[in-house]
RNA sequence: GUCCCCUUCGUCUAGUGGUCUAGGACAUCGCCCUCUCACGGCGAAAACAGGGGUUCGAGUCCCCUAGGGGAUGCCA
């Protein structure tokens, strides 16, 4: 038996972060195990559904190279479908019409609270004879639930959850105006897909419960469930927009991969003994719900950064460039030339050890594109007083005489340079640091000479000294 | 209110009755490496929510309390 996966967002946002970790289980499961991922977009909300929304969805996904199975299902066109099961249900006498006006609920509601009592509906309809149907209203669908007994659940992550039955009330199929509610929807399309496993947020762990009920009344086989705990915000509480329920797009803008996203979510409530960096191909091979966590994990940017910062390292220079030169050509409002080009593509190995996002590394990658004379910034500018300006004009003619413009050279020259003064490497590495980038921090300073090159490297230094 | 779920360093977690003087990772703080910043290396500090049981023995099993979360819709 193949198993059958799927990731049923609603469309009324972005793809958070939560749903993407979703998303990513449900799609490591079936990629394990060989089976399918499917995507099901649960629209039925028409009111709050947006085509953005679902565009931001399918986007997340593809972003984090999530890739799923068939057709994409849209919920919305299943309703002719689930109604045709209320209606069954309705004939079978297993559900009933209900006419209780919103009035009355709000009513039932209030006393079952008062009373400390969780169901709240109190099945009025359940028995009484249609012949009593006030004229005019048209009814809801109410399931008839067990009264009696409990339902019990076998979740794969949360273990056994055991409801008594009283504690549940009739629920809503059917509106009054005919459409479907999620409750049933779910039910039918979990079951018209195949799903054998569906993997979701923990706050559907009482939904199962309820919607195990419309199986048994259906008398379909039950898919297996797993309820993975929710990410919450640095605070504890629910993910709100100030800590990191920003769609899954920002973070992209924000300078993330893919792969150290993917990383990350995977490790937030899941864990493969003490392995940390886990590559995707592995996370596919490990992956399993035995060892998804039962408890709630915090979002922590610092970590998503640290294992960003280890996969930019390793990530493909000429894949980095790109991004860089989208990012510079953004930052500057130029367009690069080929001279920049090849600057990046030099400076990248250096580059890249030194960013955790990719905005970082376009920030340090200015050097490679700016024109001259470079403005300098505030720590740089102080490394230039008068006694470097002299040194830096020396230093110019040591560097005018080489021929090879290679590291070793270039090392052996600075070194040289610097026992000739009697001062440390550091000494005169700094202002030429400051001559060759404007900044106090950059790649090794042999790598600065190398990608910016003899003529362009000769240049920055004289730009300095003639400011003297 | 009621129902359900959860609870190991600040954070993510390992841990499935003895190997736990509780391990790893991020973050923090030292030191080393060093041309700056990173990387890397070494080291420090840091947790079993509390209380009862069960057991020769409990972070691991049971109960209670507390705290947190979710649900309680003719939303999904």
Redesign the pocket.
């Known amino acids: 038996m193949t198993f059958v996966t799927r990731f049923a967002?609603?469309p009324?946002g972005y793809l958070h972060i939560g749903g993407a970790r979703t998303a990513m289980f449900n799609w490591l499961f079936a990629r394990h195990h060989g089976g399918r991922f499917r995507l099901r977009i649960?629209?039925?909300?028409r009111k709050?559904s947006t085509p953005e929304a679902i565009e931001a969805i399918i986007e997340g996904m593809r972003w984090l190279e999530l890739d799923w199975d068939d057709e994409v299902v849209y919920?919305s066109n299943k309703s002719k479908r689930h109604a045709e099961i209320a209606h069954e249900l309705l004939k079978r006498g297993a559900a009933y019409n209900?006419?209780?006006?919103?009035e009355e609920?709000e009513k039932m509601?209030e006393e079952?609270?008062?009373?400390?009592?969780?169901?709240?509906?109190d099945g009025r309809w359940r028995d009484r004879n249609l012949a009593e149907a006030p004229p005019g209203i048209s009814?809801?669908v109410r399931l008839k639930t067990p009264q009696e007994g409990e339902t019990i659940l076998n979740d794969l992550v949360?273990?056994?959850?055991?409801?008594?039955n009283e504690?549940l009330d009739d629920?809503?199929l059917l509106?009054?105006?005919g459409?479907?509610?999620?409750?049933l929807?779910?039910v039918v399309d979990d079951h018209d897909m195949e799903i054998t496993h569906a993997i979701r947020g923990?706050?559907?762990?009482?939904?199962a419960?309820r919607q195990a009920q419309i199986y048994q009344a259906l008398d379909w086989k039950l898919p297996e469930f797993a309820?993975i705990?929710?990410i919450?915000g640095?605070d504890?509480?629910?993910l709100s927009k100030r800590h990191g329920a920003l769609g899954i797009g920002a973070y992209r803008e924000m300078g993330y991969l893919p792969e150290a996203m993917r990383n990350y979510l995977l490790?937030?409530?899941?864990?493969h003994?003490?392995d940390?960096i886990i590559s995707t191909q592995q996370a596919i091979e490990w992956f399993g719900l035995?060892?998804v966590?039962?408890?709630?994990?915090?979002?922590?940017f610092?970590?998503l950064?640290?294992?960003n910062?280890?996969y930019i390292?390793e990530a493909d220079d000429h894949r980095l460039v790109d991004m860089v030169t989208a990012g510079l050509i953004n930052a500057t409002g130029r367009e690069l030339n080929q001279i920049h080009l090849d600057r990046l593509k030099l400076a990248m190995p250096?580059l890249k050890?030194?960013?955790?996002t990719i905005p970082e590394l376009v920030e340090n990658a200015r050097f490679c594109v700016e024109t001259r004379p470079l403005d300098l910034d505030t720590k740089a500018q102080k490394l230039i007083d008068d006694e470097a300006r002299i040194r830096l004009a020396l230093l110019r003619s040591c560097l005018d005489t080489i021929d090879d413009w290679i590291e070793s050279t270039l090392d052996e020259t600075l070194r040289a340079f610097a026992a000739s003064e009697g001062i440390?490497?550091?000494k005169i590495?700094?202002p030429l640091?400051a001559a060759l980038t404007g900044?106090?921090?950059?790649?090794?300073?042999?790598?600065v000479l190398l990608v910016l090159g003899r003529e362009e490297s000769l240049a920055r230094i004289s730009d300095i000294g003639s400011t003297l």
């Not at 949360?158 to 008594?164: D, F, H, I, P």
């Open positions: 967002p609603s009324t649960e629209d039925t909300d709050r919920q209900c006419y209780a006006t919103p609920l509601r079952a609270r008062a009373e400390g009592r969780h169901a709240s509906y009814p809801a949360q273990g056994e959850v055991r409801v008594a504690e629920m809503v509106r009054s105006d459409t479907p509610t999620y409750m929807s779910v923990d706050d559907h762990l009482t939904n419960v309820h705990p929710l919450h640095p504890g509480a629910k490790r937030l409530g899941w864990s003994g003490d940390e035995e060892t966590g039962k408890s709630p994990a915090r979002f922590d610092q970590k950064e640290n294992l910062g280890i390292r250096g050890e030194r960013a955790k440390k490497l550091g590495a700094q640091r900044r106090t921090v950059s790649p090794g300073i042999f790598d």
